[in-house]
Nanobody
Framework: VQLQASGGGMVQAGGSLRLSCVASGDTFSNYNTAWFRQAPGKEREFVAGIRRSGGRTYYADSVKGRFTISRDNARTTVTLQMDSLKPDDTAVYYC???????????????????RGQGTLVTVSS
């Protein structure tokens, strides 16, 4: 499956952005999906994940209550709504997909078979 992320940009602290990741090439509803991010000089980290059916979601503590992940299987899209953005949220954001991850692997970038190119989010103070 191919993944294309979009929606990044520059926003002031306290603002909102909405990232989208469009999948193609296979049955999207077969894949668990997630968002990761990598800030300058830091390691890539898990942001949010959502199960195939959309029934279960997972968040990093740093974004819980501010970010919302959702998916539309009919449109083969996973979305990350980011509210109350902080300068620490500045990073390149990536989407990823995999069919068979167990819960303990959901937050590990290298465990995803399919990983898209990133979109840059810059939050100014």
């Amino acid at each position: 499956v191919q993944l294309q992320a979009s929606g990044g940009g520059m926003v002031q602290a306290g603002g909102s952005l909405r990232l989208s990741c469009v999948a193609s090439g296979d049955t999207f509803s077969n894949y668990n999906t997630a968002w990761f991010r990598q800030a300058p000089g830091k390691e890539r980290e898990f942001v949010a994940g959502i199960r195939r059916s959309g029934g279960r979601t997972y968040y990093a503590d740093s974004v819980k209550g501010r970010f919302t992940i959702s998916r539309d299987n009919a449109r083969t899209t996973v979305t990350l709504q980011m509210d109350s953005l902080k300068p620490d949220d500045t990073a390149v954001y990536y989407c990823a997909a995999d069919q068979g991850l167990i819960l303990s692997s959901l937050r590990i970038w290298e465990q995803y078979d399919y990983r898209g190119q990133g979109t840059l989010v810059t939050v100014s103070s």
